[in-house]
């Protein structure tokens, strides 16, 4: 899977589509995303502002995913919580920006080295077209290395 084809899918998948959510790039080192999401008449709650739950669905899988794709198939990934703070409410294209650095994710892979449970929290800020913030969101990474690439214990 190319960072191109997953931030197209992820575009076209159902829940973001219908969602207003849509991934402008995934950069192809696998190190960072964009996505907005643009506020209109489906996407608004009742008082005409970005239904929080579009916010948390715009920001669910992108750090498991850019931690999953720079550890590799010897990595178990997952998204295991999150959190987001409302800060003023959301008109417009929303933009959140996620950054998983190359040397995060060697940490990471350091950490979890032998099959430990690594839990890793991440944030991100949601910003309207005028760079305020409008959320503030964290999200906790899973973390394990697979059974099959472990050493077997010595005898």
């Known amino acids: 899977m190319t960072p191109r084809r997953l931030a197209i899918g992820m575009s076209l998948w159902a829940p973001n589509l219908f969602s207003g959510i849509r991934v402008r790039r995934i950069a192809e080192d696998w190190t960072s995303a964009t996505v907005e ?24 899988p992108y750090f498991f995913m850019l931690v999953m794709h720079q550890l590799g198939r010897d990595h178990v990934v ?33 950490r979890a080295a032998g099959g430990v449970k690594v839990l890793e929290w991440f944030t991100t800020e949601i910003v309207d077209r005028e760079g305020d913030v409008v959320a503030r969101v964290r999200r906790e990474v899973y973390v394990r290395e697979k059974k099959r690439v472990r050493a077997p214990a010595a005898s």
């Open 78 to 110: 997952w998204d295991t919580r999150g959190e987001i703070e409302f800060v003023k409410p959301g008109r417009g294209v929303l933009t959140a920006h996620f950054k998983v650095p190359r040397e995060k994710a060697q940490e990471l892979r350091d």
């Open 37 to 60: 999401l643009h506020v209109n008449v489906i996407t608004r709650n009742y008082v005409k502002t970005a239904f929080g739950g579009a916010m948390s669905a715009m920001t669910d």
